[in-house]
């Protein structure tokens, strides 16, 4: 939230000028860069004409809260409306969208999408982008857990006159969500006057903000009912459109002869994955040819265990990249492809047979296997050479096979307690956006500690467990990992730092002497007792992540020196050069550093590195955590 006071107050500042500076200036401190020229322009236009509704509806005392963050999601509402509900006197809130938008109209017919000449692509249909808010709130505020009665939610276009949007309303309206335009102004404050009484909001406002965040639907808690029964997630703003523009191609596939290709691109927790389980489950219970597909046998094996705990045919929709290779072409309706980034060159390998080595590229196969093949894929967890799952490497054998290839970027993220600065922080701490390291400022949505040995950061993730969070604790590949353990013989501790060892995650498909396998060591809670590496943690998140930084990533003076030496992967070859390393071992810190969804305690071997991490965590000297 960028900024709270009453509807009075609110339209003051917007009169003195200086409501925007406070906002800019918030914003600044918020996300570490300075808002855009169209947010900023959305402000001056947008807020001025809901804060004279506000006084019109003699409602001045209401509580007003401007660009509210929505909890574990970097998405913001324009604003909260908090105050008394005129009939019940019980806590009110209404959620505003507000659009500068003069018309607007269904894409292709569809009005859950719309068409605005100002952007380059479709955008979701207000209506539907409010009710989405409110029932992300429902879900995930506990002020509002029993009370779902007391939220609402309105899209004010207040340049629009109804000619201009009249296909919008095409799109069912209900408390939730509905839509008034400029020329139905009357309309909106009669609205608001039945939802929110003359009367303080301070209290409402300070119960929603003090609202418990219930922890985000696990993705893998609920696959099941996910794939099998109904929708477990609500779908926000991007995401909800690369829904529906998936769904839309769909379509056209099964009333024409028709073929695309759809890439969604988001970094870590955008709900790439979410995206993918709510297609996979819409598609299965329309009964459409339809596959789950990934390049990760971690994930695709916790879906087959979890999902389909009880029914084997949900275990068969989840597939790995290289089951296409004799596919027929167009076999499927739709191939969903989770994790595409880890794309490789050929599926072949050693052991297969003659007859299946067809020499395609493996995205070629994957296109081939569906009327809609739709990657999903976030281009910085590139972790292995010969992985080339990217855009551009989908786009360019689209374009090979000419076919159209439509690309969907992500921009909200619900990863790491949705705090954008986090994300930045680390891409920027590790060279993989410019700018360099910087200081780490505490954002309230996101917890970083820096810690002095691998014992500081067991005890402090073994007290956040006893607290009822998860935990892991994973670590560069930068010690060997002994594979084969004969029955009955205990997990061996290869992570050795001085004093201190722990075994690796178990290597394989069972248990070992407690330990669960591979596959599930992010989502078992005996897990704990092992050290994860980036393979298993990819394409997961638990509350808390303890990441150890190993020597083949440290600070020296003023850069970052990769020493290739140092790792043990095996992945790593004599072939692979010195560059693909350093851009490896980097992306796989990166992993590592946003699997948390409360908060992130590191570790480094190196004692440079430490001193390091703790001037741009701390600043200078030595901090430790409490535990």
């Known amino acids: 939230m960028l900024f709270r006071d009453s509807a009075y107050a609110v339209a003051a500042e917007i009169m003195s000028g200086s409501l925007f500076f406070r906002l800019t200036e918030q914003f600044m401190h918020a996300h570490r860069h300075k808002p855009g020229a169209a947010e900023i322009r959305s402000w001056e236009r947008s807020l001025p004409a809901l804060a004279n509704v506000l006084v019109d509806a003699g409602l001045d005392e ?48 569809e009005p859950l999408l719309c068409r605005v000449d100002a952007y380059s692509r479709p955008a979701l249909n207000p209506i539907e982008q409010v009710r989405g808010y409110c029932d992300y709130l429902v879900s995930f505020n506990g002020a509002l857990d029993g009370h779902t009665e007391r939220i609402a939610g309105v899209s004010y276009l207040h340049n629009a006159t109804e000619f201009g949007v009249s296909g919008l309303y095409e799109v069912e309206q209900n408390l939730r969500g509905m839509l008034f335009t400029g020329e139905r102004r009357g309309e909106f404050i009669k609205f608001l006057t039945s939802r929110l009484a003359p009367a303080p909001g301070v209290e409402a406002a300070d119960s929603l903000l003090a609202g418990k965040v219930r922890p985000s639907k696990q993705l893998i808690s609920v696959a099941a009912q996910e794939v099998r029964e109904r929708e477990q997630f609500v779908l926000l703003g991007d995401q909800r459109v690369a829904y529906e523009m998936v769904l839309r191609a769909v379509q056209r596939a099964q009333t024409s002869d028709h ?36 390049g990760s046998s971690a994930f695709t094996k916790t879906m087959r265990k979890i999902a389909g705990a009880r029914r084997r045919e949900v275990q068969d929709l989840f597939k790995y990249f290289n089951s296409f290779m004799t ?66 490497e989908i786009k360019a054998a689209a374009a090979h096979k000419g076919l159209a290839c439509r690309v969907i970027s992500l921009d909200s993220q619900f990863r790491c ?48 467990q006893a607290e009822g969070y998860g935990a892991r604790i994973s670590a560069g590949y930068c010690w060997k990992w002994t594979t084969k353990i004969l029955p009955g013989q205990a997990l061996p501790t290869d992570v050795v730092i001085g004093e201190w060892s722990r075994p690796w995650n178990v290597y394989g498909e069972r248990s070992v ?63 692979t050069s010195d560059a693909d390393v350093d851009r490896l071992i980097r992306n796989t810190y990166k992993v590592l550093l946003t699997r948390g969804m409360v908060g992130t305690v590191v570790y480094s071997t190196d004692a440079e590195t430490r001193v390091r991490l703790h001037e741009l965590v701390s600043g200078p000297g030595v901090r430790e955590p409490a535990v």
């Open 417 to 464: 307690g949705g705090s954008d600065a986090y994300l930045r922080w680390v891409v920027q701490l590790l060279g993989l956006e410019p700018g360099g390291p910087v200081s780490w400022e505490p954002d309230g949505r996101f917890a970083l500690e820096v810690v002095d040995s691998p014992e500081q950061l067991e005890d402090f993730l073994s007290a956040r």
């Open 327 to 392: 596919a027929e072409k167009n076999c499927l309706d739709v191939l969903i492809c989770d994790e595409a980034h880890r794309i490789r060159e050929t599926s072949a390998n050693r052991y297969t047979a003659a007859a299946h080595r067809t020499g395609k590229a493996q995205v070629e196969e994957l296109i081939d296997a569906a009327r809609v093949p739709v990657f999903l894929l976030d281009e910085h967890q590139v972790v292995r050479p010969g992985e080339m799952g990217t855009v551009a």
């Open 259 to 294: 073929k695309e290709v759809l890439v969604v691109s988001g970094g870590p927790g955008t709900g790439k994955s979410v995206i993918a389980l709510s297609l996979l489950g819409e598609l299965y219970r329309r009964d459409v040819p339809a596959l789950h597909a990934t």
């Open 62 to 109: 209401v509580e007003v809260m401007l660009e509210y963050a929505l909890p574990l999601n970097s998405r913001r509402a324009d604003a909260v409306l908090a105050g008394v509900h005129p009939k019940t006197g019980e806590p009110s809130y209404v959620v505003v969208e507000l659009k500068q938008w003069s018309q607007a109209e269904p894409e292709d017919g």
């Open 513 to 575: 002497a407690g330990a669960p396998p591979a596959a599930l060591w992010a989502t078992d809670p005996s897990g704990f007792g092992q050290v994860g590496c980036v393979y298993t943690a990819q394409g997961f998140e638990y509350d808390w992540s303890g990441v150890i930084l190993g020597p083949d990533l440290v600070w020296r003076e003023d850069r970052w020196v990769t020493d290739r030496t140092a790792s043990k992967d095996p992945v790593f070859k004599r072939s």
